[in-house]
């Protein structure tokens, strides 16, 4: 049916689309470092749903590598989920430049390192299409996690240039913005359960809102409107809050 290559395919997210797009038959490119540690979940998506799975090493970091990593992959895909992230400290960004520069890198430059290989090589096909993980933290900074929601601000903004760009040749790109989620990332914090998803709800909506075309999703829905009362918060009131 299609082919699919996730990028930053150890997170529990980018697992739980792997399986959501094998049920569909498609094709997957698992790529991420420390590819040995997915040897199982490419023998059990194999032998569950009879797919071809590749693995590919990829470092989100190592910007110069990725024009050789996507050249060079044995299989092109149609489609392209851009997985990677990383929360990091809010504390220690604010006094460590060094772990500051590694959120905004993963999150931001790395992401645009790698799609706009793939932007210009589905431009070139005038097909395809480009799924980037960004995140509610971006739609408005706050005090505990602006270091991070600023390099998602940034890559949401990225991919919404890049779909008004991409969208004359038929290449749809969708921005993805889940609230809490329960993965490895999050998983000391204190998340309220009625808003929290889990990677298969996020992997459902994503897959749904691909096959429909959509431009931006939010996961699960309610953060729609509720990311739309926080943008709308007063400066005035919002910066004496808490969040």
């Known amino acids: 049916m299609g082919h699919i290559l996730i990028l930053g395919a150890n997170s529990d997210i980018a697992q739980a689309l792997a399986y959501r797009y094998a049920q569909e038959g498609y094709n ?30 990829f470092d989100a970091l190592d910007f110069e590598s990725h024009a050789s990593f996507y050249n060079e992959l044995p ?17 220690s960004a604010q006094t460590d430049f060094a772990e500051a520069k590694t959120i905004i890198d993963t999150n931001y430059t790395g992401a645009v390192s790698i799609l706009n290989l793939v932007a210009n090589d589905f431009e070139r096909q005038k097909k395809g299409a480009i799924i980037g993980i960004s995140s509610v933290a971006g739609d408005r900074g706050r005090g505990s996690n602006y270091l991070y929601g600023s390099a998602k601000a940034g890559f949401t903004a990225y991919l919404s240039g890049l779909r008004n760009r991409l969208t004359k040749s038929g290449v749809q790109v969708l921005t993805v913005k889940p609230g809490f989620v329960r993965t490895k990332m999050t998983q000391a914090l204190k998340l309220p359960p009625v808003i929290t998803a889990t990677p298969e709800q996020v992997a459902n909506d994503i897959y749904r809102a691909n096959r429909a075309g959509r431009n931006v999703l939010y996961t699960r829905w309610m953060w729609q409107f509720i990311m739309l009362i926080i943008r709308h918060i007063p400066e005035f009131v919002f910066k004496r809050l808490s969040l």
Do not use: H, M, W
Not at 35 to 42: Q, T
Not at 43 to 49: C, G, L, V
């Open 28 to 57: 997957i490119t698992l790529a991420a470092r420390q590819i040995n540690r997915l040897d199982n979940l490419v023998s059990d998506i194999t032998i569950r749903y009879q797919i071809n799975v590749e693995l590919a090493e």
């Open 75 to 91: 299989s092109k895909p149609d489609v392209v989920a851009c997985v990677f992230g990383y929360l990091g400290t809010q504390e």
